[in-house]
């Protein structure tokens, strides 16, 4: 199955990819050749560190490029549920008991960052979300327990 994600975080994936590729791989590389130049490689902390760094960039390069070839690209903007709670949806709730209002933006696993307010499909959250309609109210089970909200708004913008 293909995982969704938004178009623009597959452009936030793209670019990570791109500075990985052009800027951090060459600094890395470099540095390595720096580190091999000051001689016995057994007790050269320096070119350990850089081909340990090496590793987790070449890491991260290759799982963004498997991401995205098998990432399934959605306009956001182009789809328009109304109401209704879908993938891609703004959601604005607030928290029936103490009136704090939150947004959420439902995106795929692979671009969800809590910090961006950019929560996964797949989360508890989203999955309590999904086919709700503005007014609704929803239980959210979280660790802390149960919250109960309600949905004020739902945006499909870019």
Do not use: C, W
Request: hydrophobic share 40%.
């Amino acid at each position: 199955m293909r995982a969704p994600i938004t178009k623009q975080g597959a452009q936030r994936l793209r670019e990570e990819l791109d500075y990985l590729k052009s800027v951090k791989r060459p600094e890395v590389i470099a540095a390595i050749a720096e580190a091999r130049a000051h001689g016995d490689l057994k007790e050269n902390a320096e070119y350990h560190a850089a081909r340990e760094q090496q590793g987790f960039i070449e890491g991260r390069i290759n799982q963004l490029e498997a991401e995205l070839s098998t990432a399934e690209v959605i306009d956001v903007a182009a789809l328009d549920a109304g109401s209704r709670v879908v993938f891609g949806a703004t959601v604005v709730l607030t928290d029936v008991d103490t009136d704090e209002e939150k947004t959420y933006q439902i995106v795929g696993d692979l671009e969800a960052d809590i910090k961006q307010s950019l929560i996964a499909i797949s989360s508890p959250i989203a999955r309590a979300l999904i086919g709700k309609n503005e007014g609704d109210s929803v239980v959210i089970v979280a660790p802390a327990g149960e919250h109960e909200y309600e949905i004020i708004s739902v945006s499909y913008g870019a």
